[in-house]
C-alpha cells in the first residue's frame, strides 16, 4: 500500500472516539477534523500521536451482477421496442397500463358519439431510429393490480389482436406524438357507460376496460419510451351535441384515478433480453462476474438488471496500525467512450446502490433503495442520494464516499459494496421524485473500464497511534 504520512501539522480534538465510533460519531468526524484548532493554538499537548495518511492504492475490485428481477411497477415512462445490440444482446419492451378516470363519465343526453383515440407522446429513444418502427395498442383481458408488485420479466394476457397498429419513424432527443384511432366498437362501449354505474368509479370501469398492452413489431430496430407525467398519455372519447357540431374530448388517463382518495393507479414495464453470441451470454442471477473474464470491462444496463459491483475488500487494512477515521474518499470510474454508438449513449447520471455478498440491493427504513446519500445528509431520515454527472474534463463518473466507508469500518454499515445502477433526473428523490420510476424503467446502456487506472480510491485518514 502505497502511503504518505504528513508530519507538518497534527490535529487533535479528542482522541477516545477513534476507538469505537458511534453512529452519531460518524456524522460529525469529519466536521470535527478540520474545524479543531492546532494543538498548540488551545494549550494541550496531545495524549495520543495522530498522523494523517493519504492512499490511493487500495484494492477496488469490479464485476458484473445480473439482478434476479427488476421492479417496473407504476413507471415514470412506458417503454415499447425492441433492438439488437452486440455487447447486450436483443432487447425487447412491451408496456402494459390501465387507464383511469379522473372525472365521473356524464356526457349528458345530446352528446353524440365521434370516434376513440389514444394519444401517446413519447420523449426518449434508444437504439436505430433511422428504420421505420411499429407499434401495435392490444386490449388487455386480464385485471392489472395497483397493489401488486410487477418486474421486467412480468407478463399479463391480451388480445392477440389488435386495437390499432401505427408505424412511424421516432426522432431522436425530441418530442414526437403517436395518435391511435381504436375501433368504433370500443369507443361506442365506452360512450355507453356514460351516467351508468360503470362510468362513475374505477372499480366498475375497470371491469369493462382493464387497459392496454404496446406492443413492439418484429421488424423494430429501437426502444421509444412514453412519458405519463402530467397526464400526457391519455384516452379521449371524442364527441359533440345535437345542439353544436363542435367536436370535444373526455380525457381518461393513463396516471391517475382514485377511489375514495386511494390510488387505483397501475403499469408495468416487461423487458426481457436474448444475450446468445455476447460476451454476457452465461450471466447468471446473482452470479457476479470478475472484469478480467469480459476483457476488463464491466457492464451496466437499467431494466434488465445489470450492474457493475464495486468491492473495496481490504477497507478495514487501514486500520492495521491503529483506530482510525476516514477524513475524506472519493471514487471515481471511468466509462468505456469506445463502446458508445449511434443511438446507444450512456446514461447521464448514475448511483450507488448498497449490497453485500447476497448482490441484492438493500433497501432502507422508510422502504426506499439504499443509495449512498450525499455524504453531509449520510444519515438523514430524509433521503438524499448522490448522484455522479459524467464529467467531461475528466472523463468519469465520480462519488464522495467519506461518511459511507466511516460507517462500513466500524460497522455501522454492514454492507460491503456497491451496486452501479443508471437515474435519470439528478435531483433524484426531491419533489415526490420516486427512486424506482427513475432507476428501473430505460434500456439505456453503459460499459465500464475494469482496468486499474480507471478505477481510483483516494482515501485521507487519521489514525491514533498507541
Known amino acids: ?56 492504492t487500495l484494492t477496488v475490485r469490479t464485476s ?5 428481477s427488476v421492479r417496473t411497477s407504476l413507471p415514470d415512462i412506458y417503454l415499447a421496442g425492441r433492438y439488437s445490440d452486440p455487447l447486450f444482446g436483443k432487447i425487447e419492451a412491451s408496456a402494459f397500463m390501465r387507464m383511469a378516470l379522473e372525472f365521473q363519465l356524464n356526457l349528458g343526453e345530446e352528446a353524440i358519439y365521434d370516434s376513440l383515440v389514444l394519444y401517446t407522446p413519447y420523449n426518449y429513444t434508444y437504439g436505430d431510429t433511422l428504420s421505420t ?18 418486474y421486467n420479466n412480468s407478463s399479463i394476457g391480451y388480445d392477440a389482436t389488435p386495437l390499432a397498429t401505427q408505424s412511424f419513424q421516432p426522432k431522436p432527443q425530441s418530442n414526437g406524438l403517436l395518435q391511435f384511432k ?64 363542435t367536436a370535444v374530448s373526455f380525457p381518461i388517463y393513463a396516471n391517475l384515478g382514485t377511489d ?15 444475450r446468445s453470441g455476447t460476451a454476457l451470454e452465461n450471466l447468471q442471477p446473482l452470479v457476479p462476474v470478475p472484469a478480467s473474464s469480459t476483457g476488463n470491462r464491466t457492464f451496466v444496463q437499467d431494466a434488465l438488471g445489470i450492474r457493475t459491483k464495486i468491492e473495496i475488500p481490504y477497507l478495514k487494512s487501514l486500520a492495521n496500525n491503529g483506530p482510525i477515521a476516514i477524513n475524506r474518499a472519493e471514487l471515481s470510474l471511468k466509462p468505456e467512450l469506445s ?70 469500518i466500524t460497522d455501522y454499515k454492514k454492507t460491503n459494496s456497491f451496486l452501479v445502477a443508471p437515474v435519470y433526473t439528478n435531483a ?36 491514533a497511534r498507541e
Not at 458484473?64 to 434476479?68: C, E, F, I, S
Not at 351508468?196 to 392496454?212: I, M, S
Not at 427512486?435 to 473500464?449: A, D, E, I, Y
Open 1 to 56: 500500500m502505497k502511503t504518505i504520512i504528513s508530519q507538518k501539522r497534527t490535529t487533535i480534538c479528542i482522541t477516545a472516539w477513534l476507538t469505537k465510533l458511534s453512529s452519531f460519531g460518524v456524522v460529525v468526524l469529519t466536521t470535527l477534523l478540520f474545524a479543531c484548532d492546532p494543538p498548540g493554538n488551545i494549550g494541550v499537548t496531545p495524549l495520543t500521536p495522530v498522523g494523517t495518511i493519504y492512499t490511493d
Open 133 to 150: 418502427q411499429t407499434l401495435s395498442v392490444h386490449r388487455l383481458n386480464e385485471d392489472l393490480d395497483a397493489a401488486k408488485n410487477y
Open 64 to 68: 458484473t451482477v445480473l439482478a434476479d
Open 428 to 463: 433524484l428523490g426531491q419533489g415526490g421524485t420516486r427512486f424506482q420510476s427513475q432507476m428501473n424503467n430505460r434500456v439505456s446502456r453503459l460499459v465500464m473500464s475494469g482496468k486499474p487506472e480507471d478505477i481510483k480510491l483516494i482515501v485521507f485518514y487519521t489514525v
Open 339 to 408: 463502446a458508445i454508438e449511434p443511438g446507444l449513449n450512456m446514461p447521464p447520471y448514475l448511483v450507488l446502490l448498497e449490497t453485500d455478498a447476497t448482490n441484492r440491493i438493500y433497501y432502507g427504513a422508510l422502504g426506499y433503495e439504499a443509495i449512498v446519500n450525499n455524504d453531509a445528509s449520510a444519515y438523514s431520515q430524509v433521503p438524499d442520494p448522490q448522484v455522479a454527472l459524467y464529467d467531461t474534463k475528466f472523463k468519469n463518473f465520480t462519488w464522495f464516499l467519506t461518511t459511507q466507508l466511516n460507517a462500513m
Open 182 to 245: 381504436l375501433p368504433d366498437d370500443l369507443g361506442r362501449e365506452l360512450f355507453a357507460l356514460s351516467g351508468k354505474t360503470a362510468g362513475q368509479t374505477n372499480t366498475e370501469f375497470y371491469k369493462v376496460l382493464k387497459g392496454f398492452a404496446l406492443i413492439p413489431g418484429s421488424e423494430n430496430t429501437a426502444v421509444v419510451g412514453f412519458p405519463i407525467s402530467n397526464r400526457t398519455l391519455n384516452l379521449r372519447i371524442w364527441y359533440h351535441k345535437t345542439t353544436d357540431a
Open 260 to 274: 375514495a382518495g386511494t390510488s387505483v393507479r397501475a403499469g408495468f414495464n416487461r423487458v426481457t433480453a436474448d
